[in-house]
């Protein structure tokens, strides 16, 4: 098992976008398989079709005569920024220790992506347990179908939750339960704007 650095790509992509039908995006998605990714995730965000999600798993360079995964090619990111109707997709770089610990939550029958985007004010060391907390209760939850958190290298402001359920009344069941609400209640003052969840039935893509 090797490190990996999950890369989480949301887009605004034009109405009745084809997930299928789009070259431009089966392109993007044969050039990361060149640079070693296993597998790759995409589907719509479940409530707003003009919003495209993309999961990258970047993996680790492991020795000198493999192909270096190259996240920052300028002409591959100009092709990324080019899928989006406002050439500005939102990137988020999660490291993980290695694939599995996200590989239920992504092949889950919903995935779940919570953004808790912490305020310039917080300093998150003093809030660690709670965010930890917050996805280790969901443990407890019925419908929980496995996944993980971390911060993101590229903005240490915001933690991505990726979380897999096998609905989205298991996830609304939990969210309003008591063990949820403790640390959400201790969570809520140190929320900047951003913090949102997405969801979505993604397509799993292995490389050939």
Not at 152 to 161: E, I, K, P, T
Not at 176 to 203: C, M, Q, R, W, Y
Request: aromatic share 12%; hydrophobic share 40%.
């Amino acid at each position: 098992m090797n490190p990996i650095t999950l890369e989480l790509l949301k887009f605004t992509v034009s109405k009745g976008f084809d997930l299928t039908a789009s070259p431009a995006f089966a392109s993007l998605r044969q050039t990361v398989a060149k640079y070693g990714v296993k597998e790759q995730h995409y589907g719509l965000n479940d409530d707003d079709h003009d919003q495209l999600l993309w999961v990258i798993q970047w993996p680790e360079k492991k020795d000198s005569a493999e192909v270096k995964p190259d996240l920052d090619n300028a002409e591959f990111r100009q092709k990324v920024n080019a899928l989006d109707v406002n050439s500005k997709p939102e990137s988020y770089r999660i490291p993980f220790r290695f694939a599995e610990e996200v590989k239920s939550a992504l092949n889950a029958p919903l995935s779940e992506f919570a953004f808790v985007v912490v305020q310039e004010s917080t300093k998150i060391d003093s809030i660690i347990i709670s965010l930890h907390r917050a996805f280790s209760d969901c443990y407890y939850a019925k419908g929980f179908a496995g996944g993980s958190w971390g911060i993101a290298s590229n903005n240490d402001r915001v933690c991505l939750y990726v979380i897999g359920w096998e609905s989205r009344a298991h996830h609304t069941e939990f969210t309003k339960g008591p063990i949820s609400a403790v640390e959400i209640d201790n969570l809520t003052p140190h929320f900047a704007p951003g913090s949102v969840g997405l969801f979505s039935k993604l397509t799993k893509e292995p490389s050939s």
